[in-house]
Nanobody, 123 residues
Framework: QVQLVESGGGLVQPGGSLTLSCAAS?????????MGWFRQAPGKEREIVSY????????VYADSVRGRFTISRDNAKNTVFLQMNSLQPEDTAVYYC???????????????WGQGTQVTVSS
């Protein structure tokens, strides 16, 4: 089994920054797993934010966050990060860390999910 534990959420003013972290643990976790972030705002469907490949580490971003968010990973620590800059109220959501052998933009392609961390952008 794999456990994902997120941290770093909170309240930030518009234009501010936050960095989310997600640490993976468990004997079956592999650094080759794709890892990423989804988010879900109240009354909306869960949507992909970004994901990153395993060994090569290629990245994909949703159009709504490209240029503002940066995903990275530290395979030595089995941790993925999401640096979020220029945050706007529409970024308010629960952010979920994910990991899986396949990954991609479809949430069904991820095997493991974190418990979620709240990000609120408000003045």
């Amino acid at each position: 089994q794999v456990q994902l534990v997120e941290s770093g959420g909170g309240l930030v003013q518009p234009g501010g920054s936050l960095t989310l972290s997600c640490a993976a643990s468990g004997r079956t976790f592999s650094p080759t797993y794709r890892m990423g972030w989804f988010r879900q705002a109240p009354g909306k469907e869960r949507e992909i934010v970004s994901y990153i490949g395993g060994s090569i580490g290629g990245t994909v971003y949703a159009d709504s966050v490209r240029g503002r968010f940066t995903i990275s990973r530290d395979n030595a620590k089995n941790t993925v990060f999401l640096q979020m800059n220029s945050l706007q109220p529409e970024d308010t959501a629960v952010y979920y860390c994910v990991a899986g052998k396949v990954g991609g933009t479809n949430p069904r392609m991820y095997d493991y999910w974190g418990q979620g961390t709240q990000v609120t952008v408000s003045s």
